[in-house]
């Protein structure tokens, strides 16, 4: 599968995004239960929501929504105890809770799905600065942690997500500094 992936990460980089989703759904339709195929889809599908080049063209917006929706509801169901998993499903809502349906019920899952993601994985300092970044009303203390784990996510990010394809490209467009 890893060499699939590779393939679908290259069509990503070049923008051949309709081609991917069909590699994605390929790949799915054989091995639909793997934390790392369904972190990669759904982060495709999610940024698809937002592809203002419209060079994704297979689903409609509306499919487009609840294809991202019935993913989410996969993930939950099969992979709620993987920080990873709360971390991106947090993220990805928190960002964008309309998207999903009711904003503020969307807007806490995602703040809820981050919290999760945190106290799983207490060593992971991109979780912990995304949960200060999504908090209101920080201590002078906690916007200094804020600030330093910046430079450390940076680094991190740097170094752990440094190939080809959508989440690599746009956690390094984002985290670093």
């Known amino acids: 599968m890893e060499k699939e992936l590779e393939k679908i990460f290259e069509l990503e980089t070049e923008y051949n995004y309709d081609e991917a989703f069909l590699k994605y759904k390929q790949l799915l339709n054989s091995n639909h239960i793997d934390f790392d195929l369904w972190k990669y889809y759904y982060f495709f599908l999610w940024s698809?929501?937002?592809?203002?080049?419209?060079?994704?063209?297979?689903?409609e917006k509306s499919n487009l929504k609840k294809e991202l929706n019935i993913e989410l509801e996969l993930g939950r169901k099969n992979f709620v105890n993987i920080a990873e998993f709360n971390f991106i499903a947090g993220y990805t809502i928190s960002i964008f809770p309309y998207e999903f349906g009711d904003y503020a019920e969307f807007q806490n899952l995602g703040k809820n799905f981050l919290k999760a993601?945190?106290?799983?994985?207490t060593q992971n300092s991109l979780y912990r600065m995304v949960v200060l970044g999504n908090?209101?009303?920080?201590?002078?203390?906690?916007?200094?942690?804020y600030e330093e784990l910046r430079l450390k996510v940076?680094?991190?990010?740097?170094?752990?997500?440094s190939g080809k394809g959508i989440l690599n490209e746009y956690y390094r467009s984002v985290f670093i500094l």
């Open 117 to 121: 993601a945190n106290k799983m994985d």
């Open 154 to 161: 940076s680094k991190q990010i740097s170094e752990d997500h």
């Open 135 to 145: 908090s209101e009303n920080l201590s002078n203390n906690e916007r200094n942690e």
């Open 48 to 59: 698809m929501l937002e592809d203002l080049d419209n060079d994704f063209t297979i689903l």
